[in-house]
């Protein structure tokens, strides 16, 4: 690479592609409408939850359980992902979507029926394994059926879903935890399902050629139970158990060693679920991880903001949801204007940088403003945040996308959101711990106004942390531009 642009190869056409067919009233319009409605299904759980968690305490109780109302959503997705998306290339896309939002229908209404907070994270997973088929998988389908330049545009239609739901989410969040039947909060998701159910059915046909293959359950098994065991040892560290037991010791290094099993066995699978030959190509290894550190920041303010706020300063749980909400108003705005105004002009990796220097401004800011709880200030920090993640996630997946044929798509694709979710699981697990350590050192309630502006000073430090680390990603990424010459030595 040397320094010179990476072209990204397929079957798109340039960036003067005319991209006036792209809309709900083109040909294409029901499928992208199909994708809207479910992309919002996963949208609208990504902020409706956070600002029930002291409700859903109240009544089921465990404060310190609940980051696993998190992270086992997020390992569920993440360890799917890479399997569903291996299948999307075998059998199609449209089984595994519809597969996947009986799923989550099922998982949420099984949720709002839940009866302890262990039964609820139980529900939670199984709902995770619905979502790891819907996200990947649709944005795979909007790579099938739309160009490099095309997409941009598809961008700002699926983004507004992020937008709208982000204020739709906390608010309805809010609402529901006020009036006591926060789990509302799972049974809105019902006749979401069944119409993205129905669009997705009625819209999408694809051809697809079937051929034998081989499923790596070796490499599945082996990879969930490696971050299982390594997420249980992350959150109950310190708390069901001291860092230097026997017990943290033993859960942690079993899950690094089927960890390393993993990675031997996806070397000699004949069709790995997760192929290394992903993090072999630099511009595939480099967007995963940052996808990577997307994941760690994004779950850092989605799960921690409405706490910290209702906490430290008494408010209503509808506040504290709408600071959050800033954060998802920003990233579609950006990445709808990413591609016009920025990679399809300058390259990729450009785009990138500037969003992660927005990142650090914004996480920053909240790290160094936490000790004095303001809901103006979290809210302007977030929708700084969010702006530059905008800048990040989408032109780095699109990369990724155009960087394949149509054989490989679903696979670099389900790579990278699989990388978002470890990053979102493992996030919440350790930002998590590093929150109820801040907890039980002080010896007070996490009601407590002081120690909730502590815990969220600890979380926030922690979330630009990943943010400045990921930057390293951003750097190393070589340029890369949306033409279509191939490019063999990729």
């Not at 945040?385 to 996308?401: H, K, N, Y």
């Amino acid at each position: 690479m040397h320094g010179q642009p990476e072209h990204l190869s397929s079957e798109m056409t340039s960036t003067t592609t005319n991209t006036a067919g792209v809309g709900l009233r083109s040909d294409r319009g029901p499928i992208l409408l199909a994708l809207m409605v479910s992309t919002g299904l996963i949208a609208m759980d990504a902020t409706i939850l956070a600002t029930a968690v002291p409700s859903v305490v109240r009544d089921l109780g465990g404060f310190s359980q609940f980051p696993w109302l998190f992270s086992v959503y997020l390992l569920a997705q993440a360890v799917s992902v890479p399997i569903y998306a291996k299948l999307a290339d075998i059998v199609g896309r449209k089984p595994l979507m519809l597969f996947g939002i009986g799923l989550f229908l099922a998982g949420s209404v099984l949720c709002g029926f839940a009866w302890s907070m262990t039964s609820l994270i139980v529900f939670r997973a199984l709902q995770g394994l619905g979502a790891g088929a819907v996200q990947p998988i649709a944005i795979t389908i909007a790579g099938d059926i739309y160009t490099v330049a095309e997409r941009a545009k598809a961008q700002g239609y699926i983004a507004s879903v992020w937008a709208v739901s982000s204020v739709v989410g906390p608010t309805l969040g809010g609402i529901f935890s006020q009036l006591g039947i926060w789990r509302w909060i799972f049974f809105v998701n019902v006749p979401l399902c069944l119409l993205a159910g129905t669009l997705i059915a009625r819209n999408f046909h694809e051809s697809v050629e079937r051929q034998k293959h081989r499923i790596d359950y070796a490499g599945a098994a082996l990879l969930t139970a490696a971050m299982s065991l390594l997420i249980l040892g992350i959150l109950e560290g310190g708390q069901a158990w001291s860092w230097s037991s026997p017990t943290s010791l033993g859960v942690l290094g079993g899950g690094s060693l089927l960890l390393a099993a993993f990675l031997l066995v996806e070397r000699r699978a004949a069709e790995p679920v997760l192929p290394l030959w992903v993090l072999s190509r630099r511009l595939l290894a480099t967007t995963t991880m940052l996808a990577l550190g997307v994941g760690v920041i994004l779950i850092g303010l989605t799960s921690f903001v409405p706490t910290y706020l209702e906490n430290s300063l008494g408010i209503d749980p509808l506040i504290g949801g709408l600071a959050l909400a800033a954060l998802t108003i920003g990233w579609p705005i950006s990445a709808t204007l990413s591609g016009r105004l920025l990679y399809l002009r300058f390259g990729f990796r450009p785009a990138i940088l500037v969003g992660m220097a927005l990142v650090v401004i914004g996480t920053g800011t909240l790290a160094w403003t936490s000790q004095h709880p303001s809901v103006v200030v979290v809210a302007l920090s977030c929708f700084v945040t969010g702006l530059g993640l905008g800048l990040v996630a989408s032109p780095s997946l699109i990369a990724a996308q155009a960087s394949v044929e149509w054989h490989e798509r679903g696979v670099a694709t389900g790579t990278n959101m699989f990388a978002r979710s470890i990053g979102s699981a493992v996030g919440a697990a350790v930002l998590g711990a590093v929150a109820n350590g801040v907890i039980a050192r002080s010896g007070r309630p996490e009601t407590d106004p002081a120690t909730a502006a502590d815990a969220g000073t600890a979380v926030f430090i922690g979330v630009l942390v990943a943010a400045v680390v990921t930057i390293v990603a951003a750097v190393l990424m070589p340029k890369a531009t949306a033409d279509t010459s191939p490019d063999p030595a990729r």
